[in-house]
């Protein structure tokens, strides 16, 4: 197995997923990130949107957030599931091989990555 070096890490991306009966639950999530974390949020996609199999927006952070934001998604997320993965520019491992899951494990569509 071949090691690789975690500076190959440029950010990381959090995608919170939620449907019509959840998406208040995601607004309130929302909100507690932006008031606590310097980030960049995405729009909100209500239907699925690339590789993402439900409705969902994205939360982009840099590297020296995953130590709190990780634990804070964790703790707060109230049942919403989660992906968190890396970026560093190999969009198919990251996606699939190296990611993260806060709740339900969801089959992503690799196809179009």
Same mark, same amino acid.
């Given at each position: 197995?071949?090691?690789? @070096?975690? /500076?190959?890490? *440029?950010?990381?991306?959090?995608? %919170?997923?939620? @449907? ?11 909100? !507690? #990130?932006?008031?606590?974390f310097?980030?960049?949020?995405? +729009?909100?996609?209500d +239907? =699925?949107?690339? &590789?993402? =199999?439900?409705?969902?927006?994205q ?7 995953? !130590?709190?934001? #990780? &634990?804070?998604?964790a703790?707060? +997320? @109230?049942?919403l599931? %989660?992906? #968190?993965?890396?970026?560093?520019? *190999? /969009?198919? =491992? /990251? ?13 992503? @569509?690799?196809? #179009?990555?």
């Amino acid at each position: 197995m071949t090691t690789l @070096d975690t /500076d190959m890490i *440029q950010s990381y991306h959090a995608h %919170v997923y939620y @449907d019509a009966e959840t998406k208040e639950t995601a607004a309130r999530l929302r909100a !507690g #990130v932006e008031a606590r974390f310097e980030i960049t949020m995405g +729009r909100w996609h209500d +239907r =699925p949107i690339g &590789p993402h =199999p439900r409705g969902s927006y994205q939360i982009a952070f840099g590297t020296e957030l995953f !130590g709190e934001l #990780v &634990p804070w998604l964790a703790l707060n +997320r @109230d049942g919403l599931t %989660v992906l #968190v993965h890396p970026n560093t520019g *190999q /969009d198919l =491992p /990251d996606h699939a091989e190296r990611a993260l899951w806060l709740g339900e494990i969801l089959e992503l @569509d690799l196809s #179009v990555l």
